[in-house]
Every structure is written in C-alpha cells, then in structure tokens.
C-alpha cells in the first residue's frame, strides 16, 4: 500500500539495539517558540524549516497553508501565502529552500507543485502537475538547492528525487520504489554538501542515501533501532558549511550529528515531551551559518532553535564502518 504525504508520518517501525560510539548532550542556548494557532508567531503542524544569510527563518507552516519569517530568536518578521491553487497560494507546504540570490522555494504539497517566490514572499513563478512524468509529483515534500541554484525535490510517493535548474526547468531524475541502492521507500528529506553531493532521507527504509549530483548513488548508512547511528523514520536533513550531516530521527524524537565523512554520530540531542530540548514529531531542520540549528516540530506546533551544544557524557561501544569516503 502506497503511503500519501499525510500518511507518511504515522509510519510504524520496529526497533532493535546495537552498539556504537555516542555523546550525550545538553545544550545552552536552546529556545522554541510557537504555540497552536493561526495568529502572527503561532502554527498549524509546521513541517518545513529554512534559514539564509541574513538571519532569518522560514517556516513552513503546513496546515495554516502558509510560510512565516522570523529573525534568529523567534521574532516575527512577516509572512506570505493563503490556502488556494492560484498564484503565491500554498495548500499544505511540507519543504523550502532560500537563497539570497534566487529566492524562496516551497515545496507546496497539497497542490503537487513547487512555488518561487522572491524574498520579500512576492510570487515569481511555479511548476508541477500532478503526475508521474517528469516534472511531474505525486507528494513534493523536500526542497534543497545547490551552489549553482540547482533545486532537488523529492517526492514521498513517487519514491524519487528531481533535479531542476532554477527556472524550473527539469535536468534529471532518479529512484524507484524498494530496498536496494538508489531506491526509496517514502524518501523525504534532501541536502547538498559543500561538494555537491546529495544526501537523501530515506525514511521508510529508515537510512541515508547518497547521490552524486546526477543522481548516481555513492552510500549509504542508517538501519532501523534506537541505538545512535541507527534512525526510527528519518526525515529532515541539513548539512553545515564543514559538511557535518544532521539528521532528524522523527520516532526517537532526537537529532542526530554526523561528522563529515562519517556515518557514525558525533553528537545526538532530544527527548520525547512538550518542554524546551524535547520533541514530539519533529521533522524539518535548518543550519545557519552560526551552526545554530532549527527544528521544526508539528506535533508541538513548534521551532526549536539549538545553540552549540555541550557533551555532558561520553560512552562508547564498538565501531561502524564508513561507508561514504
């Protein structure tokens, strides 16, 4: 049975123990803000999390159909999109994607499309229909550019990643649906190393994927457990300027740090609840250029900002091979 963009996050997965190197942290700094609603500030399940340059935050936030913008500490900024079909109308936004150079790109969901917008949150231009060809989608939910305005969207049903340039004009594709390499089963979220690699989360097979930027695959890593280095439904991904990979890892409410070149964790933070540090469903992730990490988590109907965490406890057991060198 195929699994639908609504669906994709009542995914039931079963866990097992293994063993590998990890550190626990706690870490200062870390805020949220939000809160239920459709006010200013407040949010209906945001999915999607994206930062630039300037300091600020965009939030896609998908049941009120909408994107808000907020500076590096929560402070409201504006916001932009009504729910609809038409221009610069979103319906259940799960991805974006900012560039100060080339804008905004939202991952609009529920209408099977990608929208751009300029920074301001004014409608350029949009693409998608319903369908499986190409450029085609049957549930866009990750959105990420390259260095050279690439932007990679992944499709959670199709089981595949497209790569546009920045008009929208499509260049390639990849991915069928299943277990082995180069295959999906409901992928979600996509980032770009500093080498132009791809980085996929493959969610339902509960890893890692690797892509070159034409879509060849690499690596991999990741299996089903709750030990560190192993994910329970990972989703949202983002990659720092030093090309540490961080993870989200949905049903063990926790973010996961990879160092570059390594699948094994350096760092891992999160619980389960509803206070600061904790998550509920957390799903999408944003780096900025401060190392500050976003997360935002619908369940909570909230965003979680992360400063430099501190390790507090080191234990180790066994190793893991890297397989992405």
């Known amino acids: 049975m195929r699994t639908g963009p609504r669906e994709v996050l ?5 866990v097992a123990a293994a063993v590998l ?10 805020h949220a803000w939000g809160g239920r609603g459709n006010a200013n500030g407040q949010f209906e399940r945001p999915r999607g999390v994206a930062t630039d340059d300037n300091d600020r935050v965009y939030i896609a936030d998908t049941d009120n159909h909408r994107v808000q913008v907020f500076d590096s500490v929560g402070g409201f900024l504006f916001k932009f999109g009504t729910h609809g079909p038409g221009e610069g109308q979103l319906d259940s936004p799960c991805g974006i994607a900012v560039s100060i150079e080339r804008g905004i790109y939202v991952a609009d969901t529920g209408n099977q499309r990608v929208v751009h917008f300029d920074l301001g949150g004014r409608f350029l231009a949009a693409w998608g229909a319903p369908g499986d060809g190409a450029g085609q989608f049957r549930a866009p939910v990750g959105v990420a550019m390259d260095a050279a305005g690439n932007v990679y969207v992944v499709d959670s049903v199709r089981d595949r990643v497209q790569k546009f ?14 277990a082995g390499s180069g295959q999906f089963h409901v992928p979600w979220g996509v980032a770009i190393d500093p080498g132009g690699n791809v980085f996929v989360t493959d969610a339902g097979n509960n890893r890692v994927q690797v892509f070159d930027d034409r879509g060849r695959f690499l690596a991999f890593w990741g299996l089903v457990g709750t030990a560190p280095g192993q994910f329970a439904q990972p989703l949202g991904i983002a990659i720092d300027d030093r090309g540490d990979v961080y993870v989200v890892d949905q049903l063990n409410r926790r973010v996961q740090r990879f160092p570059f070149g390594s699948s094994i964790p350096a760092a891992l933070w999160g619980s389960r609840g509803t206070g600061v540090g904790q998550f509920s469903s957390p799903t999408g992730i944003a780096v900025d250029r401060t190392g500050t990490l976003f997360v935002a988590d619908p369940g909570n109907h909230s965003v979680q900002s992360l400063g430099g965490p501190v390790p507090v406890r080191t234990e180790t057991w066994g190793t893991i091979k890297t397989r992405y060198r």
């Open 10 to 14: 009542r995914l039931v997965v079963s």
């Open 21 to 30: 190197p990890f550190v626990i942290l706690l870490a200062p700094g870390v």
């Open 165 to 178: 340039d920045s008009g929208g004009t499509f260049l390639a594709g990849w991915g069928t649906p299943g």
